[in-house]
């Protein structure tokens, strides 16, 4: 099945830096890749996406790449705000969509005033 | 309003009891999933179900159970809880195919056993 590493566990930046948090998944065939944000006790909630034909999307701050070469994708937020704190989940879509997503172990991003 | 609904959203249990945490979707969604949260372990997928009458095991399945009889339904059975069950349960649902596989999520259920 597939398989989903998220670096790093914490981030700690400074109000109005940029952030950066990497993924990499290990099926060749998974095709969709979203990045999920989940506020201290709310629900995980889709925040942008990307699929296996485009290489880089953007919403505002939010953007994210992907290299389906090594198999990596980021999350690359700038101009870092209060409200970007909280934890920050990558996933991957395998088998077709039968299997399901395959998620992260997920970032605690901590944005410091 | 687009949502999936579980609960009871706190439950507070004894080892052993039998429990039932019910999620429900309003979306027409074919596929609905079950996950478990932990500290540092992110989101791990319990059950999953492609479609009515269709389930499948997940990455952590042991000692959960689930049935689909509806289309909108996915209770998670637990049929005798024990403490290694504490934890943060989601529902989800999605279209499911590769297309349009935003998942919805549900409020969570937090899951004391004592």
């Known amino acids: 099945g597939e398989n989903v590493e998220q670096h790093p566990s914490t981030l700690s930046v400074q109000e109005g830096d940029s952030a950066v948090i990497k993924c990499t998944y290990s099926d060749s065939a998974s095709n969709y890749f979203p990045w999920y944000k989940q506020e201290l006790g709310k629900r995980p909630q889709l925040i942008i996406d990307?699929?296996?034909?485009?290489g880089e999307k953007k919403d505002q701050r939010i953007a994210v790449t992907l290299n389906k070469t090594a198999k990596h994708f980021s999350l690359h937020i700038t101009e870092t705000q209060p409200e970007d704190s909280a934890v920050y989940f990558c996933?991957?879509?395998?088998?077709?969509?039968?299997?399901?997503?395959?998620f992260g172990k997920g970032t605690h991003l901590i944005i410091q005033p | 309003e687009a949502q999936v609904t579980q609960n009871p959203r706190y439950l507070i249990t004894v080892t052993g009891k039998k429990l039932t945490v019910t999620c429900s979707q309003n979306m027409n969604h074919e596929y609905m999933s079950w996950y478990r949260q932990d500290p540092g372990l992110g989101l791990r997928q319990i059950y999953y179900s492609m479609n009515v009458e269709v389930t499948d095991k997940g990455d952590v399945p042991e000692g959960y159970k689930v049935s689909r009889k509806e289309k909108r339904n996915f209770p998670l059975i637990l049929e005798s809880p024990s403490p290694n069950q504490t934890s943060l349960y989601f529902c989800?649902?999605?279209?499911?195919?590769?297309?349009?596989?935003?998942?919805?999520f549900g409020q969570g259920t937090r899951l004391t056993v004592v």
């Open positions: 996933a991957a879509l395998s088998g077709g969509g039968a299997d399901g997503l395959t």
């Open positions: 989800a649902s999605s279209w499911g195919d590769s297309l349009n596989t935003e998942a919805f």
């Open positions: 990307i699929r296996s034909n485009v």
